[in-house]
Every structure is written in C-alpha cells, then in structure tokens.
C-alpha cells in the first residue's frame, strides 16, 4: 500500500516513537523510507572550522540522519537519505512532490521538545500543503501506537472532501482487515439555544443518519468486510470525535482537511487541526481535490 514513505527528522525529543511507527509501516509493506533532513536556511548555521566554510546543520544532519538508518537497517527496512538546504515545510512538500511519496510521517512536536507543538509552523503547513496524506503522531500520547490497524475510524460530513478521507480510510482498513468506523457528528452549537428544539434536531439526526449510511455502502462496495456507522453529540465535531475514541479501542482517525455541510465546516484550523493536537492515537490527514480546496 505504501512503497515510498517519508519521514522528515530533526532529531526533536519524542520523535522515536514516530519512526518506531513508520519502521512498522515499512517493514509490513516492504516500503522504502525515505528519510529527509531540512537544513533551515531561516537560521544562521553558517560557521568557519579549519579555514573553511561549513554548514554545522548539514553535518548534523548528515550525523542525525546515519543513525536513523541504522535503527532502520535493524529492521530490515530499505531507506533513501538526503539533508536539503531550505525552509522546512516548503522542503518537505517540494521532496514528496518530486519523488512522488505515499505517504508523509511526522510527530506533533519539535526541536524545542514535547512543550513545543510544530502546529502552527512546519507539522500544520505540511498537513495544509501536501498533496499526498499526512500520518501525524503525539509523542506524548498515554498508548502506544499500533500497527496493523485493527480499527479505524472516519468523520463524515458527507462533503468531497470527506468522500476522499473515507476511500483512503476503506483502503487502509481493506488492507489490515481492520473494522472501519463512519462517524457523523452533530454539534450542540448547531442545534441552537434550544438543545432538543424539536424540527432542528429531526432534521439533524436525519441528515446524519443518511450521511452515515451513504458512507456506510461506499465503504462496504470498496470492499471493507466490517463496517459500522455511527452518530455522535458534541460541543464540537473534534469534542464528538474525542468521545467516540474515549468509548473504543481505535488505532487510527482519518479526516480531510476540508470540507463542507449546511450547519458546520470541516476546515483545518477546526476539525483536523483539534485532532491532529488532541488525538490520542495517529491521525492521518487527507487533502480534497483541488477543485474543492480552492473553494
């Protein structure tokens, strides 16, 4: 399912945990993983050693990256090295683009340690910005992550951009033989002031019920043997989520990062971005099509 993974390292604490995880991936799918380390250029790392002009971070890089592949080589996993000179999420785009990636892992957190979230500058813009999905891991999340996947689960609003996380969730979840859960929240906010207002909620309930079970036939028709549907209440769709994972045992979310609905918007910066911050186990983010995106 996935050959070619990528996997930026800056060497940032809790880090290992996110390349425990990508090695999983690999050596299950007999994937390469391409292992890539940004010299920021943003950053003054430009020094003179013995008479000559050396870029400190590239030869930390260079060091950082040789230790990464041999935790690899220990599990048999092929990997492609490379330290680029650039700004970081820019880089890190530009490298899945050109070499056509399947896939992009990355921790939640950075170089300044797990007090730190990379949201908000390099982890954020790489969700924002790639064309390919996105596995985002918390170092710091209370469990372990799991690979294979034995459950997975899908918000759906029933927009695009949702149909779009719901194929790559089918795929994920055909491929491990791992139950698939679509879930259509509805929010408190949505319904009013008025919580059990009578026609609003109906027409709520109703709708999302429609939307799961539409979701439901997509992902049965692409083949997943074990599907369930789901409506969840919530202050918020991510609220709705988190409650769901609290309540099962899943191992992984996939969401898109946009997406569209007459009483919320999936938009990353809301759903997405609250779950790739809150979620306790990995999030796997899935850009819409352009046509969506630009909307």
Sequence with gaps: ????????TDGSDGEGRALDHVLD?????GSTVYLLNVA????????????????????????LLEEVAERARDRDVETVSTVIQGEPYRTIVEYADEYDMDLIVMPTHGRRGLQRLLLGSTTERVVRRAEVPVLT??????????????DVLVPTDGSKGATEALSVAADVATEAEAALYVLSAITYQSL????RSDIQTAMLEESAEDIVEEA???????GVEQVHGAVEYGSSVHEA????????EVDLVVVGTHGRTGFDRYLLGSVAEALVRTS??????VRPPESEDSD
Excluded: K, N
């Excluded at 250029?41 to 020094?47: A, G, P, W």
């Excluded at 009013?192 to 919580?195: A, N, R, T």
């Excluded at 989520?241 to 099962?248: A, D, K, M, N, P």
């Excluded at 306790?280 to 983010?285: A, D, E, F, G, S």
């Design 1 to 8: 399912m996935y050959d070619r993974i990528l996997f930026p």
């Design 25 to 29: 991936i690999a050596s299950t799918h």
């Design 40 to 63: 920021d250029t943003t950053r003054d790392s430009l020094t003179r050693i013995q008479g000559d002009v050396v870029d400190v971070l590239e030869r930390e890089g260079e060091g």
């Design 137 to 150: 891991i918390r170092p710091d999340a209370a469990a372990e992550p799991h690979y294979p996947y034995r």
């Design 192 to 195: 009013g002031i008025d919580v």
């Design 216 to 222: 439901t036939a997509f992902a049965e028709e692409a």
């Design 241 to 248: 989520v988190l409650s769901f994972l609290e309540e099962r």
């Design 280 to 285: 306790p186990v990995p999030v796997l983010t």
